[in-house]
């Protein structure tokens, strides 16, 4: 685990600063909708916007990115493209999460009563280890047709997340944690991860903790997904069982997800998705990213800006003004414009 030394933070006169990334695919036009929201409504909140080209064959971008977000705590993200095929060039997502140490990967998802959805009242949070597993992005080719990929497990690492997954649930008043693993077969890796979350468990007696197997685990969300409480999870099944909830819930332009490490917090879609084949189309649904900045201000202590950009969302939602990954005809430009309008009344 690398230590690293928070910068200090910049704050003067109640504004905050946070680094924005827009990434590629429809990242920079929801920035755009976030800004406009956020100056509309007068929220004290200077963004310092770096564009990562996905091309470059320097890092430049990225450590700029990195030191920004050092020095500010915070950011806003979008997804960011990597084209390149080569191994050796990284994903810049995962290298953003590894280089920050964010550890965990947060989603709360709660659905909508007001979005017409394949299952209603589901309230899970999903706690998934966020910087190794599956996405160690170690591979190599030992001979020729041989491809060999390494997951990384660490003891450390499984004891954070659960840790955190136990912490949230005694705070938020949760009653169970369930662990999703593939111990059957990856006894060592798996077992490593399910065994730290029992003895971590412990020390958090008040909470019930059992595991579930993840091709159980999918099948128990399409069916029952009441069931689960807390999901604490491995990255790559994270991936996976964060993108069925979402889309029980309704999909990828509705819930937000947070990364946080001890530090840093970075906010975004909950699905990761760049979205560029409906870039530029105004009929993006704008609302994950929404969601993802109105946790941002309540992160920064800016509850009652939050508050009024929340319930000018909701509003929105439960008026049907959707757009049509939602199952309604409304454009990006038609929502962003009703949500204005209900924080325009909310003001007056
Ligand atoms: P990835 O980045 O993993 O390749 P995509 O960008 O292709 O994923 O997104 C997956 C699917 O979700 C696509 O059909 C895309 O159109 C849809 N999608 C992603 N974000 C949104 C959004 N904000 N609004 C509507 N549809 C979205
Ligand atoms: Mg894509």
Known sequence: IKKVMPIPKAHYGGRHTVTLLPGAGIGPELMGYVKEIFKYAGVPVDFEEIDIDPNADNND??????????????????????????????SRNVALRN????????????SY???????KNIDVVIVRQNTEGEYA???????GGVVESMKVITKSNSERVARYAFEYARRN?????????????????????????RRVAKDYPEIILNDMIID??????????????????????GAIVS????????????LAGKNYG???????PATRNTGASIAGKNIANPIAMLNAAVDMLRHLGHKNHAVIIQSAINKTINAGIQTKDLGGTATSREVIDNILKCIKTAQS
């Open 113 to 119: 009563p007001g979005v017409n959805s394949r299952q």
């Open 173 to 197: 008043n949760r009653k169970k944690v369930t662990t999703i693993h593939k111990a059957n077969i990856m006894k060592l890796s798996d077992g490593l991860f399910l065994e730290t979350s």
């Open 137 to 143: 992005m170690l591979e190599h080719e030992s001979v």
């Open 243 to 254: 993108n069925v909830i979402c889309g029980l819930l309704g999909g990828a332009g509705l």
């Open 99 to 110: 280089q920050l140490d964010l550890y965990v990967n947060a989603l709360h998802c709660v």
């Open 61 to 90: 971008d990225l450590n700029y990115a990195i030191t920004s977000i050092r020095r500010n705590g915070v950011a806003l993200k979008g997804n960011i493209e990597t084209r390149s095929k080569e191994v050796g060039v990284l």
């Open 216 to 237: 159980n685990t999918c099948m128990q969300l399409v069916s029952n997904p009441h069931q689960f409480d807390i999901m604490l999870t491995t990255n790559l099944y």
């Open 262 to 268: 001890d530090h840093f917090t970075i906010f975004e």
